[in-house]
């Protein structure tokens, strides 16, 4: 039994349209939880135009061929554009931005002014070639900075769909063949919706992910590690530690007088507080140090390859730095200082033990009179 060949095509255009469709209602639900990192609304928008663009294009197959095109193209022109903007970021009245508007109006224009198959079909594939190298460029540059995968296979397709616009346009210069090349941009921009949706989708799920991953590792206020931040680096640190002999001081801190800071000003008070202590570390740290909140008023710092002697002076400035700051908060100003306890550790590194010496430390700080540094060893 034969099909008949209206059949199939009926069943690509149909499939093509419930594809995009599916990426468009998956983005709309992302758009009303809110939470995503990615800006999805041009991206929304762009495979908004697509299932309109292939509805179009299913209910206006039978026309003649260069009104078919001179219907479609702009279209076709129209959601490429829109691609270009998601995965660029680029503003309309950017340079970028002015130069893909201008290639869009430009291509529509001469599609609509010439009303041969062939020249609509040459700009169609000019068209394609430059506005996808341009596409694939940006997001094959962004993958290699981002390290995500989304990004790569948004530039995949648009790879392809630009090296089917260069097969289209050699068809039409070598052989004049304009039904062979329309049949090679229709399978570019078909298979190209597809992919870009696909990378679209694990783009964000990239993204959530490192996210989730970034807010399991981090104190929500201070943006500090966490406890479970602080294992990790741990066990990225001790063991080079341990091949190469080194030592890792660690600098215990707590505010001093921090519950009466809280019942003066408030919770919101005494996290003003700790936010601007934790910028104070984390200005101050060097890129291999890890500063951690272990909870309420209590910092610790991990200081690799680092003697004590500089683990104290370390600490030393901290604090000097710490007994000027002030916060505003609620018309107050509020003044602090914190104690601090230095230990190190040499030969058999044992960070709990690290830990519990240097909290020894801290201890005698604030049995001295507070505001001071003092050393486990």
């Not at 003649?64 to 076709?76: E, G, K, Q, V, Y």
């Not at 000097?320 to 590194?349: N, P, R």
Request: glycine residues 6%.
């Amino acid at each position: 039994m034969n099909i008949p060949d209206s059949f199939y095509m009926h069943g690509v255009y149909l499939t093509i349209i419930v594809s995009i469709s599916l990426f468009v209602y998956a983005i709309f639900s992302l758009r009303k939880v809110g939470t995503v990192a990615i800006n999805t609304s041009v991206y929304y928008l762009y495979f908004v135009t697509g299932v309109a663009g292939w509805v179009f294009l299913w209910l206006t197959q039978n026309l003649t061929d260069n009104i078919f095109l001179s219907i479609n193209a702009p279209a076709f022109y129209f959601s490429s554009i829109l691609l270009f903007f998601a995965t660029s970021n680029a503003h309309w009245r950017s340079a970028s931005g002015f130069y893909a508007i201008l290639l869009y109006i430009v291509a529509a224009l001469l599609t609509l002014f010439f009303q041969d198959e062939l020249t609509q079909l040459t700009v169609a594939s000019l068209f394609t070639v430059i506005i996808y190298v341009s596409i694939a460029i940006i997001c094959l540059k962004r993958e290699r900075r981002s390290h995500n995968k989304g990004d790569g296979i948004i530039g995949i397709a648009a790879v392809i769909e630009a090296l089917c616009g260069f097969i289209a346009l050699l068809l039409l210069i070598n052989q004049r063949d304009a039904s062979n090349a329309l049949g090679v941009l229709f399978i570019a921009s078909s298979a190209g919706f597809i992919v870009v949706g696909i990378g679209f989708m694990t783009t964000i799920m990239i993204s959530e992910h490192r996210k989730l991953a970034l807010l399991s590792t981090r104190d929500p206020l201070t943006e500090l590690f966490n406890r479970r931040g602080l294992d990790q680096s741990l066990a990225l640190i001790v063991p080079s530690l341990k091949r190469n002999k080194q030592p890792l001081s660690a600098i215990a801190i707590d505010i001093d007088h921090f519950k009466a800071l809280n019942d003066q000003y408030g919770h919101d008070g005494g996290d003003v507080v700790l936010i601007r202590i934790a910028q104070l570390m984390q200005s101050l740290a060097r890129a291999s140090d890890a500063c951690c909140r272990l909870g309420g008023e209590e910092f610790i710092v991990l200081l690799p390859n680092t003697e004590h002697q500089e683990a104290l002076a370390i600490a030393e400035r901290l604090r000097a730095e710490i007994a000027t700051l002030t916060v505003e908060f609620d018309k107050h100003i509020i003044s602090f200082t914190a104690s601090f306890g230095v230990a190190t550790q040499y030969d058999d590194l044992q960070y709990e033990q690290l830990f519990k010496q240097a909290d020894k430390a801290l201890y005698m700080a604030k049995e001295s009179g507070r505001n001071l540094v003092k050393s486990f060893n």
